[in-house]
């Protein structure tokens, strides 16, 4: 680029006129139960939290915590669930009440992004375009998959496990749901899933879907609370099946509690994926393809591109080009339609990610951060970069979980595949180039789950997900998220 037009890029002053998508057809109550048993119910111990906007710190509801005694009363109804309704259906009627479940979210998506976006922060376009569509679209595949399980696994005895213990992030909250729902409801389980204690109103709203679209008492069950509940799931002896999609600490806390019983679990964990761009990429593409991997959604991605390994010899064109992209980077209210870059999902999160920016410069790299205005009020981070930094260093090591991006050279490809396999993850990657061989090496050479050429970040039903090392243990999504519900005989 040269001087004229990049001094065009900044020498606009002008901003975009606020473009918020409106509240006014959606419901949010004062109060919010666990869902058990098909009805709401009040916690025993009468303990309540709240869940705010992160966007203005305001209160939004107060959610139900539930007890020791709360999980035992969801397990039991999931364990009568299954044996008296839920296994003895035919499996196309299972089908019916999971595409039922996925018409009514299509239906209602609206008022599921709104509120997707008030609770944990992500950006209207994001739940809109991305999060909710998709989890109909998981429900509508897995609805599919209900009746046709025989040939899913041919010539083996296909039988569900039992009563699935699920807990999940604030990331994706809605779409994480349907990732654990749809699949173990296809297969004839029946579930006691925990969502985030920040992210807890679409999953309840979902709990209401389930209850209209008439599902049998007990089939899905929703308790809310914070990680005891969550540790109260996990060491229910009634559970047959754990899944979980979180933090690294905590996935291991769960698979050291679950050594020598019989429980079979999945775990979803971090990731640190690099972006991996040679000299004869697309350049312009490739630096939307960053931008889109590790800015939007505020970097919340356990996928995330969140390192940068770019061929020496175009490594100066890129890093500037993404920084005069950053500088056009929207921060600011999620409910805005021209919003890129949402509030951070709590005031932990942002504490985090802040104390990586001053980690990142004691450890000697150099950040950027994009100039333009965040709001007053509310948790907000300006999308990063680090340069300078190396192999060793933590912010390129460690899953920062932040609209932080740190980038590295590489001169081989070589060196690019060393350097991208450098870290204790391997969820995802992604390479940019316009050679198709090179493409298939890469893929082949990245230990990881999934791997993108040419875009990032992109999903579908149909497609399993899951990581090497530290990221996981099974695979989510296509026919492999079958896999993690049924046992073959
Ligand atoms: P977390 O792992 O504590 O939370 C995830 C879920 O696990 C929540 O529903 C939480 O209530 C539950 N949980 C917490 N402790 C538990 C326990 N002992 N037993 C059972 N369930 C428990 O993650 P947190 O603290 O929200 O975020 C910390 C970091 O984890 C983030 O900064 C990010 O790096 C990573 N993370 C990764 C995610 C991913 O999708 N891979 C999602 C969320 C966070
Ligand atoms: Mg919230």
């Known amino acids: 680029m040269d001087d004229t037009t990049s001094k065009l890029a900044f020498d606009t002053d002008w901003q975009y006129d606020p473009a918020p998508e409106s509240t006014d057809h959606v419901r949010v109550d004062d109060q919010y139960e666990l869902f058990i048993g098909g009805e709401f119910v009040a916690p025993k111990e009468g303990r309540y939290f709240d869940s705010i906007n992160p966007a203005n710190e305001q209160v939004l509801a107060r959610i139900a915590s539930a007890g020791k005694d709360d999980v035992d009363r969801a397990v039991k109804a999931a364990r009568k669930a299954y044996e008296t309704?839920?296994?003895?259906?035919?499996?196309?009627?299972?089908?019916?009440?999971?595409?039922?479940?996925?018409?009514?979210?299509?239906?209602?998506?609206r008022e599921f992004s709104v509120i997707e976006s008030l609770d944990g922060g992500k950006p209207i376009r994001e739940s809109r375009d991305i999060d909710i569509p998709l989890a109909a679209a998981h429900f509508f595949y897995y609805a599919g998959w209900a009746?046709?399980?025989?040939?899913?696994?041919?010539?083996?005895?296909?039988?569900?496990?039992?009563?699935?213990?699920?807990?999940?992030p604030w990331n994706f909250p809605l779409l994480m749901a349907a990732w654990k729902i749809a699949p173990a409801l296809a297969c004839g389980n029946t579930v006691v899933l925990k969502p985030a204690?920040?992210?807890?109103?679409?999953?309840?709203?979902?709990?209401?879907?389930?209850?209209d679209a008439g599902l049998p008492p007990g089939v899905v069950n929703i308790v809310t609370g914070a990680g005891d509940t969550g540790a109260a799931l996990v060491d229910h002896p009634d559970i047959d099946k754990i899944a979980f999609t979180g933090s690294t600490?905590?996935?291991?806390?769960?698979?050291?509690s679950q050594a020598g019983t019989s429980t079979i679990y999945t775990l979803e964990l971090g990731g640190k994926a690099a972006n991996i761009v040679f000299d004869d990429a697309a350049i312009d593409q490739a630096v939307e393809g960053i931008?889109?991997?590790?800015?939007?959604?505020?970097?919340?991605?356990?996928?995330?591109?969140?390192?940068?390994?770019?061929?020496?010899?175009?490594?100066?064109?890129?890093?500037?080009?993404?920084k005069d992209r950053m500088e056009t980077l929207i921060v600011g209210d999620p409910l805005d339609k021209n919003t890129d870059i949402g509030a951070i999902n709590s005031a932990a999160q942002l504490e985090k990610i802040e104390s990586y920016l001053q980690l990142g410069q004691d450890e000697g790299g150099e950040m950027y951060q994009a100039s333009g205005s965040v709001p007053e009020r509310g948790y907000w981070c300006r999308p990063t970069l680090f340069t300078g930094v190396s192999q060793s260093n933590r912010v390129v090591q460690e899953e920062i979980f932040g609209p932080v991006l740190a980038v590295q050279t590489f001169r081989t490809e070589q060196e690019g595949l060393d350097k991208a396999n450098n870290t204790p993850y391997g969820l995802s990657g992604g390479v940019w180039t316009d050679k198709g061989a090179k493409i298939f090496r890469i893929a082949q050479g990245l230990r990881a789950g999934v791997i993108w050429a040419n875009t990032f970040n992109k999903f579908d039903p149909a497609s399993p997900f899951g990581g090497y090392k530290e990221s996981g243990v099974g695979h989510e999504g296509g026919l492999h998220g079958l896999d993690a519900y049924v046992s073959l005989a």
């Open 85 to 109: 309704s839920w296994s003895k259906l035919k499996p196309a009627e299972r089908g019916k009440y999971i595409y039922r479940i996925a018409r009514v979210i299509q239906e209602r998506a």
């Open 147 to 168: 009746d046709k399980l025989e040939y899913a696994f041919p010539g083996k005895q296909v039988a569900a496990l039992g009563v699935a213990g699920q807990i999940i």
């Open 197 to 211: 204690e920040t992210t807890p109103l679409t999953a309840l709203k979902l709990a209401e879907v389930i209850r």
């Open 249 to 256: 600490a905590v996935g291991r806390l769960i698979q050291n």
């Open 291 to 322: 931008v889109n991997g590790i800015f939007f959604n505020q970097g919340h991605v356990c996928c995330a591109g969140s390192r940068l390994l770019v061929q020496e010899s175009v490594a100066d064109e890129v890093v500037q080009k993404l």
